[in-house]
């Protein structure tokens, strides 16, 4: 079971808004910063989101991110295929002294 | 650009110590305070930390295996190591090394070394 809880899954049609939710406690995301990770099969994770809301280089603005108490969502607007992906947020654990991650959401593009 | 990358053998026998080493390059180990890891990715619990280890030595454990884990620096070759004791089918995973995970800034992974403990 992880310490950070996600749906397992989600889906839409392209074109479409998705949102991923991840719910957390005071020791990890109410104290620390959210980031979002996206996986794809033979691939190592690629972060998507930081910081709750601050997208790396090269990630386009159809992904965004935001943080609110204990809860974290990942938006993915204008849904394309290659957004078909298993989708994971982490947070710092104050009580761990480590990285926690919820269980993955896996995304279908219908 | 700071570099990760595991190395280590892809298949492990049940009830033995699993290793595995991480190089890194564009960085040193030793002249950063935030942590470098080890985190695993399975089919059935999907990502999951293992463990921490700072540029002083200091460390912590996931604590559903503290008991079987131990991470160590060497300094020397800029590298840091994972052992894990007494694995099982259920440690079979992805292993990935990283540094800055969970850290409110972009962070880096190694490539994943595939590790598949066989009875």
């Known amino acids: 079971q992880s310490v950070l809880t996600q749906p397992p899954s989600a889906s839409g049609t392209p074109g479409q808004g998705v949102t991923v939710s991840c719910s957390g406690s005071s020791s990890n995301i109410g104290s620390n910063t959210v980031n979002w990770y996206q996986l794809l099969p033979g691939t190592a994770p690629k972060l998507l989101i930081y910081r709750n809301n601050q997208r790396p280089l090269g990630v386009p603005d159809r992904f965004s991110g935001s943080k609110s108490g204990t809860s974290a969502s990942l938006a993915i607007t204008g849904l394309q295929s290659e957004d078909e992906a298993d989708y994971y947020c982490a947070a710092w654990d104050d009580s761990l002294n480590g990285p926690v991650f919820g269980g993955g959401t896996k995304l279908t593009v219908l | 650009q700071l570099q990760l990358q595991e190395s280590g053998p892809g298949l492990v026998k049940s009830s033995e110590t699993l290793s595995l080493t991480c190089t890194i390059s564009g960085g040193s180990i030793s002249s950063s305070t935030y942590s470098w890891g080890w985190i695993r990715q399975t089919p059935g619990k999907g990502l999951e930390w293992i463990g921490n280890?700072?540029?002083?030595?200091?460390?912590y454990y996931n604590p559903s295996l503290n008991s079987r884990v131990t991470i160590s620096a060497d300094t020397s070759k800029n590298q840091f190591s994972l052992k894990l004791r007494s694995v099982t089918a259920a440690d079979t995973a992805i292993y990935y090394c990283?540094?800055?995970?969970?850290?409110?800034?972009?962070?880096?992974w190694g490539q994943g070394t595939l590790v598949t403990v066989s009875s």
């Open positions: 990283s540094y800055l995970v969970g850290a409110a800034t972009t962070d880096y």
């Open positions: 280890i700072y540029y002083n030595g200091a460390t």
